[in-house]
DNA sequence: GACCAGGTGTCCG
DNA sequence: CGGACACCTGGT
């Protein structure tokens, strides 16, 4: 199985998923859509399904590890120290909204306004008192500004707001593209308001499972910078780069010093 | 109180 | 097209 390849806080901590909380210590609970998943970190049972297919058990991550080559010290020791960590199949609708929210945040504040926007108008979780899901884009698009701005979401609030009229009237629609090109995918994404180059790499890597899909934000582009001189050898992980970026960001932000 | 945080849109050369 | 700048708000 793949329980030597699967670890909860370091996927708690690699900020793909902002609904992951220790509830008690050891004991973590994960809300994805109107789910909820409770599992202990010392022996985790994933139920088969849904949950099985959102922690992505089926894909075997050594053979990505393996594509690194040995020269490449840094990545070598960013994968081990990353090993573990898996690229979440999460809902494209709710990696919209939440990394709209998370540009120019910390983690906890992005978390405080997801928490808050899901509480706000997400549909209560059957048996799950006090727990919300993630809301639809009719609910947040019938949201005032007011409503919003209630969510810590500053300047963002026209972005959430527009955006989730553009989806609720089915100006874009996010099912169909599931069947689209990545290139295709990036483009269409960023049509929508608050989302630019590094957003729509987000909602492709962990809302659409586009795994070549890499991310670069301030992180990423320090370890490029001063790991690689400014030239990361991309074509190595062709197919994959997502997977190798997760392994970086997670060593910059976690590994290295700091 | 200043400074910055997992960016984006806009303006200007 | 690249670079500079403003933008809400809270917090490694």
Redesign the pocket.
């Known amino acids: 199985m793949v329980f030597d390849d699967f670890d909860i806080k370091k996927i708690a ?4 998923a902002f609904r992951i909380t220790e509830e008690i210590t050891g004991k973590w609970r994960f809300i994805a859509e109107n789910k909820v998943l409770r599992l202990d970190e010392a022996c985790p049972e994933i139920p088969e399904g849904f949950w099985s297919s959102y922690f992505d058990l089926e894909t075997d991550y050594s053979v990505f590890r393996k594509a690194i080559p040995g020269e490449d010290k840094f990545l070598t020791a960013a994968a081990e120290y990353g090993r573990g960590i898996r690229i979440l199949r999460q809902d494209p609708w709710e990696m919209i909204i939440t ?2 929210i ?9 978390k ?1 306004s997801v928490e808050a926007v899901c509480s706000l108008c997400g549909d209560p979780i059957e048996g799950e008192p006090g727990l919300f899901a993630f809301p639809t884009p009719r609910q947040l698009a019938s949201l005032s500004e007011e409503d919003l ?1 209630a969510c ?8 959430i707001l527009k955006t989730s009229r553009m989806v609720a009237e089915g100006a874009i629609d996010l099912e169909s593209l599931r069947t689209a090109g990545d290139e295709e995918l990036l483009c269409r994404l ?1 049509e ?11 909602v492709s ?2 809302g659409y499972h586009r795994i070549d899909a890499f ?1 670069i ?3 990423i582009a320090r370890v490029i910078e001063e790991q690689y001189g400014g030239d990361f050898p991309f074509e190595l992980y062709k197919g994959f780069g997502g997977v190798i970026q997760q392994y970086m ?2 060593y910059g ?1 976690t590994g290295l010093n ?1």
């Open positions: 901590d690699s900020g793909q990394f709209i998370s540009q120019r945040k910390n983690i906890p504040a992005i405080k701005k810590s979401l500053g300047y963002r609030v026209p972005y960023m929508l308001p608050g989302i630019g180059p590094k957003v729509a790499n987000c890597l962990f991310p934000d301030v992180w960001f997670y932000r700091q």
